[in-house]
């Protein structure tokens, strides 16, 4: 298995009231799960050229809650390659908050983002669908 850094991914997304699920705007954590995934996708076709299978998560944790307004970032990694699998990690930060007891509109920038959530997932690329040679270390 060979271990890596180079591959990482960077998403920023703004969570609308269509995300939103519960009372108070509250957006689920299905939906950071899904932010996740869109992550595992550019880091399969990074890595490999393809676009992989988001086959696991072994740890999930969901740290602080989300609301519509809020902006998110999201944090990936490959820290494992192994022959057809790469582990994944993943983080969540929140880095504007929506403030709707202020004005409809209105929001804050957050001078040190809120690490909301985290996990460790596998992809898997199938050994014919790698458009990327990784020369693995037999362990």
């Known amino acids: 298995m060979v271990v890596t850094s180079e591959y990482t991914s960077l998403l920023r997304v703004r969570l609308s009231a269509h995300d939103a699920h519960y009372g108070g705007q509250l957006v689920n954590g299905a939906h950071m799960l899904s932010l996740f995934g ?5 880091l399969a076709i990074l890595c490999d050229g393809d676009e992989g299978l988001l086959v696991s998560y072994e740890h ?3 740290l602080a809650p989300l609301y519509a307004g809020d902006f998110v970032e999201v944090k990936g990694r490959v ?3 192994g022959k057809t699998s790469r582990r994944l990690e993943f983080e969540a930060y929140k880095v504007i908050v929506a403030r709707p007891d202020i004005g409809a509109s209105a929001a804050d920038v957050l001078i ?8 460790v997932g596998t992809t898997v690329v199938k050994t014919e669908k790698q458009r990327i040679s990784h020369h693995i270390a037999q362990v």
């Open 79 to 81: 820290s494992h390659i």
């Open 112 to 119: 040190e983002p809120l690490l909301v959530g985290r996990a």
């Open 60 to 62: 999930v944790e969901f």
């Open 38 to 42: 869109d992550a595992a996708t550019e």
